[in-house]
């Protein structure tokens, strides 16, 4: 008779036994992340879905797209919740230790933050911010555990391109949008003036100029559609930011971090001129001062050591 197999020991004890043990764990292993990043891919999707959603809702007050904001919201929390969970039970511990799983994380802890202020006191307009900041934070960990990596060159280029041109596009709205809030000066300025009929002035040349109200629509329309291509532009720069060597410390570069606070400081404008119904000369005013932080975003590539236009 074999002797009794020690409690404890392996069932197998052969290199095909190894071999077999070997494999069923690198197959488990593989379906587990398979199975959180797909969690966190579904999450990030529905979180994009819901930053869709929430500006209409707050910047328009319509019903129906709050209710789509806070359906998907939730949803998009529920997925992600149970992303962190898997993605922490095949790391084998419950502190997060990767850039990845802070990020992750810290996307979670802010979306649960925000329906938590919104449910004890039903302030949807903090979803503006909190929705936004939890898909960039939810983003790059959907792209998987290792650095993302582009099939080709060509296809690299082709996202470049389309993030460079994406920002110039809303700048030159934004641009764009503070100058016809200046002419809106220029005009207000003149109609005030008070010429009596067949006497000269200096504004006679202006005569040309839009309506008020003509101008307050430009400035406003053009605006919003630079919004979604700095938002666009933004996550293209996140996938991209993938390629570098720095990984995620890439984020940590001064003209990385000005972009960001520059979408901020874009979403505030937009958020303050439908709350508040600013027109004419606080729009302005307002909106030559967003210009100055875009100009800065500029400035800082003078600073920046691993994100510049022109050669390195």
Request: charged residues 15%.
């Amino acid at each position: 008779m074999p002797p009794a197999r020690p409690e404890g020991a392996p069932r197998f004890t052969t290199p095909l036994g190894d071999l077999y043990h070997g494999i069923l764990f690198i197959c488990t292993s593989k379906v587990m992340i398979e199975m959180y990043l797909l969690w966190l891919r579904v999450a990030a999707i529905l979180y994009a879905a819901a930053c869709i959603t929430v500006f209409p809702a707050v910047l328009y007050g319509i019903v129906r797209w709050r209710k789509t904001c806070v359906h998907v919201g939730g949803m998009a929390v529920f997925f992600h919740f149970v992303s962190a969970v898997e993605m922490l039970v095949q790391a084998h511990h419950w502190m997060p230790v990767s850039v990845r799983e802070i990020e992750s994380l810290l996307g979670l802890a802010v979306a649960c933050l925000f329906f938590l202020v919104w449910w004890l006191y039903d302030a949807i307009s903090l979803g503006i911010f909190a929705l936004p900041a939890t898909f960039f934070l939810v983003f790059v960990p959907a792209l998987g555990p290792d650095r993302y990596t582009f099939p080709s060159e060509g296809v690299r280029v082709s996202w470049l391109v389309a993030h460079i041109a994406a920002l110039l596009v809303a700048y030159a709205a934004l641009c764009f949008s503070l100058l016809s809030s200046m002419l809106y000066l220029v005009q207000e300025r003149r109609i005030k003036s008070k010429r009596k009929p067949g006497q000269d002035s200096w504004w006679v040349p202006l005569d040309w100029l839009p309506p008020l109200d003509t101008l307050e629509r430009v400035a406003l329309a053009t605006l919003e559609f630079g919004f979604p291509c700095m938002t666009v532009g933004l996550v293209i720069g996140s996938v991209l930011a993938q390629e570098t060597p720095l990984g995620a410390a890439y984020f940590l570069d001064p003209k990385v971090i000005a972009s960001f606070i520059s979408w901020a400081v874009y979403v505030l404008l937009l958020f303050v001129r439908r709350s508040a119904g600013l027109r004419g000369r606080k729009a302005a005013y307002l909106s030559g001062a967003v210009l100055v932080v875009m100009m800065a975003v500029w400035a800082a590539n003078l600073f920046s050591h691993v994100h510049r236009f022109g050669p390195q």
